[in-house]
């Protein structure tokens, strides 16, 4: 069998930002590789692509990706929360979904990252599981999901880069594939933020910049131009509650309440931009999702007194992420 070939009638899995769709597989499904679908990003995994013995599983080194799939349990694709990386310091939120649609929650997980499924593994971290959006709070994600593992990892430079997840204690292996390129589409950390008038309370009625119910007034209360002529620090998410494909935008938006709760009388400003024009799903992104640079949502900016962007996040971040990144660069 060819390596990464799909087998007839079984699931493929279909990665769409944070959302996990199953699909009947076919034979003329792309193999392994990211692709744009619809708005979003999404990767095609085929199951029957994982099955032991198609080639050399070791190389004279010892270790391949392949020979971590040859043990006990079934092999799936791993369920990406991202789509943007670029050479560096890669977050890689991601889900392992069982065969009976369930996410495998153990606390940890194992990641080993190769150039080729073949090739020996340069790097293993551990991946630990983080909620999506403020537990007892926020409505999970899509499928019901509430959690999801994140990995950060050292990645050399732009080019494809094959996967493996093994939650810890769990007898199943994820593949996955990371594409990383050269340069970011969205404002890069670095970068200058964009001098979006962003609306807010003064410019127009709640019930139209936000979809949130009840509206996030806190979060309205400030533009990003605004801001950065003022050098007010602050943190900007562009997520749409009501629309998101994935379901993480609310919970999204939660987390930011939540820091701009624990973080305000610091001097930081926390915003809320929707991401359609008109909040109409319709007719596209908005221009300050086009400012920014933005094909997916949601996003979540951290930019300092300097105007320029010091962290950012794609899809679902926690509330104790988002702590530690305000605390280490906007503080």
């Known amino acids: 069998m060819a390596p990464d070939a799909a087998g007839p009638g079984r699931p493929a899995l279909l990665l769409s930002g944070s959302r996990p769709l199953l699909r009947p597989a076919s034979s003329e499904a792309p193999r392994g590789y990211t692709r744009p679908v619809g708005r979003v990003i999404a990767v095609l995994f085929a199951a029957a692509a994982l099955s032991a013995g198609c080639g050399a599983s070791r190389t004279a080194h010892g270790l391949t990706l392949d020979s971590i799939l040859e043990r006990p349990g079934p092999d799936i694709g791993v369920t990406a929360g991202a789509s943007e990386f670029v050479p560096g310091e890669v977050r890689f939120p991601f889900l392992v979904i069982a065969s009976n649609a369930k996410p495998v929650e153990r606390p940890t997980a194992s990641v080993w990252v190769a150039k080729s499924r073949t090739g020996k593994p340069f790097q293993r971290v551990s991946a630990r599981l983080e909620p999506i959006g403020v537990p007892g709070r926020s409505a999970p994600a899509f499928g019901g999901v ?17 996967l493996v997840a093994q939650p810890v204690g769990a007898k199943i292996q994820a593949l996955g594939a990371l594409d990383v390129s050269a340069r970011s589409r969205s404002v890069g950390v670095g970068a200058r933020a964009p001098r979006s008038a962003t609306p807010t309370l003064a410019t127009a009625p709640a019930t139209r910049i936000t ?16 801001s950065l002529a003022a050098h007010k620090p602050f943190v900007v998410t562009f997520a749409t509650p009501k629309f998101c494909t994935s379901r993480t935008c609310g919970p999204v938006v939660d987390v930011v309440e939540a820091a701009r709760r624990q973080f305000a009388a610091r001097g930081i ?51 104790s992420e988002l702590a530690a990144a305000i605390r280490a660069h906007l503080l």
Not at 211 to 226: F, H, K, N, Q
Not at 302 to 312: S, T, Y
């Open 146 to 162: 509430t959690r999801l593992y994140v990995a950060h990892l050292k990645i050399p430079r732009p080019g494809r880069y094959w």
């Open 269 to 319: 400003r926390f915003i809320h931009v929707e991401v359609f024009q008109d909040n109409d799903p319709t007719r596209g992104y908005n221009r300050w999702m086009q400012q920014w640079g933005l094909a997916t949502e949601p996003w979540v900016f951290l930019v300092g007194r300097d105007g320029r962007v010091q962290a950012k996040f794609e899809g679902s971040v926690s509330e």
């Open 211 to 226: 979809t949130s119910r009840p509206p996030d007034l806190p979060l309205l209360r400030y533009s990003v131009a605004e």
